[in-house]
């Protein structure tokens, strides 16, 4: 079983920066992906941005060029950091973690609980 615990986020102003973490605990599999989603009220869940155990990365087209995601493997973290924040990025931000045994398995996947990021002057 993996948990993923969430932290970082909070009330910004327009234009101001957050970083987020998330910490995986359990048995995280070698073949894993990572990230992190968001969900603004009456939307559906969105992705923003994953990044694979070598540092392979994809992002929406919303936060490219102000949002950078990274993993510390070591303490099976991932992060995301934001800048030039704007309204529109106000949601929970959950942590995502998927991962396999093997390239024969079914990938496995974990949620976090949820952060609220609120973008606002």
């Known amino acids: 079983q993996v948990q993923l615990v969430e932290s970082g986020g909070g009330l910004v102003q327009p234009g101001g920066s957050l970083r987020l973490s998330c910490a995986a605990s359990g048995t995280i599999f070698r073949i894993n992906v990572m990230g992190w989603y968001r969900q603004a009220p009456g939307k559906q869940r969105e992705l923003v941005a994953t990044i694979t155990t070598g540092d392979s990365t994809n992002y929406a087209d919303s936060v490219k060029g102000r949002f950078t995601i990274s993993r510390d493997n070591a303490k099976n973290t991932v992060y995301l950091s934001m800048n030039s924040l704007k309204p529109e990025d106000t949601a929970v931000y959950y942590c995502?973690?998927?991962?396999?045994?093997?390239?024969?398995?079914?990938?496995?996947?974990?949620w976090g609980q949820g952060t609220q990021v609120t973008v606002s002057s």
């Open positions: 995502n973690v998927k991962h396999r045994s093997s390239v024969f398995s079914t990938w496995l996947e974990y």
